[in-house]
T-cell receptor
Framework: TQLLEQSPQFLSIQEGENLTVYCNSS?????LQWYRQEPGEGPVLLVT?????EVKKLKRLTFQFGDARKDSSLHITAAQPGDTGLYLC?????????FGTGTRLQVFP | NAGVTQTPKFRVLKTGQSMTLLCAQD?????MYWYRQDPGMGLRLIHY???????AKGEVPDGYNVSRLKKQNFLLGLESAAPSQTSVYFC?????????FGPGTRLTVT
């Protein structure tokens, strides 16, 4: 069984603050995805990272895939209330994704 | 494009009753998946399909059956519902790795 950990589990911050959430595993993955899920809705894909050391930016969100392809991080600059949601990492393993339990982010105005 | 749709959105069942959840996608995706999401447990894969007429077990398949008779539809069946199956169920489809999710079905078993 592959162990996938996301940290922190919960994060409450004020608008304008920066934050980083982490996704760690003991296994090597071919690729990894980040999803955001808002209350009452299904997860929505944010990004896919494939190459070790890869960095991708999506407006104020910066995603990094670890050099060894075992971990990833998501950094949000100047968080806004619209960033509130559950952030899920999902490494890809053969024909399935493995979802972490997520980081629940609350951004207060 | 409607994307991925799920029917119904909400359902309450009594223990022992049966029901079928329907997932439909209009993106011509080969892969389809059924997940359940419980507080603190994340998304867990129940069953999945890599093409029309195929199904495979995921992480938590017990108590569920699936069928993929048509490429665009993936059905999840509960033959004899149990309170432990109270959850939010999500369907997803993908062409390769990037999954597109439906809005979910909230099921309560009393």
């Amino acid at each position: 069984t592959q162990l996938l950990e996301q940290s922190p589990q919960f994060l409450s911050i004020q608008e304008g603050e920066n934050l980083t959430v982490y996704c760690n595993s003991s296994s090597v993955f071919s690729s990894l995805q980040w999803y955001r899920q808002e209350p009452g809705e299904g997860p929505v894909l944010l990004v896919t990272v494939v190459t070790g050391g890869e960095v991708k930016k999506l407006k104020r969100l910066t995603f990094q895939f670890g050099d060894a392809r075992k971990d990833s991080s998501l950094h949000i600059t100047a968080a806004q209330p619209g960033d509130t949601g559950l952030y899920l990492c999902a490494p890809h393993n053969t024909d399935k994704l493995i979802f972490g339990t997520g980081t629940r982010l609350q951004v207060f105005p | 494009n409607a994307g991925v749709t799920q029917t119904p959105k909400f359902r309450v069942l009594k223990t022992g009753q049966s029901m079928t959840l329907l997932c439909a996608q209009d993106m011509n995706h080969e892969y389809m998946y059924w997940y359940r999401q419980d507080p603190g447990m994340g998304l867990r894969l129940i069953h999945y399909s890599v093409g029309e007429g195929t199904t495979a077990k995921g992480e938590v398949p017990d108590g569920y059956n699936v069928s993929r008779l048509k490429k665009q539809n993936f059905l999840l069946g509960l033959e004899s519902a149990a309170p432990s199956q109270t959850s939010v169920y999500f369907c997803a489809s993908s062409l390769l790795y990037e999954q597109y999710f439906g809005p979910g079905t909230r099921l309560t078993v009393t």
